[in-house]
């Protein structure tokens, strides 16, 4: 690899917290296709089901039960900045290490990621209970 284990290390410095968009936008992604892919609610909840995913902030804005345009914006706004700060905290983390490569950021994102996307899971569980649709 061009420069070795220094040039990596700053790449996941500079990089970790776009490489946390980027992988909330693959997210989103995969929820417009299988919205594409699977017709009707199914595809709608597998769809929505990713959205938060890819935008954690929404259960906190009450989405879906409230919705609107400015509540959208404030929710990409919000999940943008919360990716690129989980990102950057994973990369302050991983590059900590004696060796470190982008698997190692991804498999750190995964862990500490997971633990916002059950948050955000839970923020709908507990939206689904206090409406009482469930």
């Known amino acids: 690899m061009r420069g070795g284990v220094s040039a990596t290390r700053r790449s996941i410095k500079r990089r970790g917290g776009l490489m946390a968009i980027a992988c909330a936008v693959v997210l989103w992604l995969i929820g417009v296709v299988l919205s594409w892919c699977i017709s009707g609610p199914k595809g709608g909840s597998l769809a929505f089901i990713m959205m938060v995913m890819a935008l954690p902030v929404m259960p906190m804005l009450g989405m879906p039960a409230a919705g609107g345009s400015t509540r959208l914006m404030l929710a990409i706004v919000g999940s943008g900045v919360l990716w690129w700060l ?49």
């Open 86 to 134: 989980l990102g950057q905290v994973v990369a302050g983390r991983v590059t900590k290490r004696p060796v470190v490569g982008w698997r190692e950021w991804l498999r750190e994102f995964f862990v500490v990621g997971l633990g916002l996307w059950i948050g955000a899971a839970g923020g709908l569980l507990l939206g689904v209970l206090v409406l009482g649709i469930f």
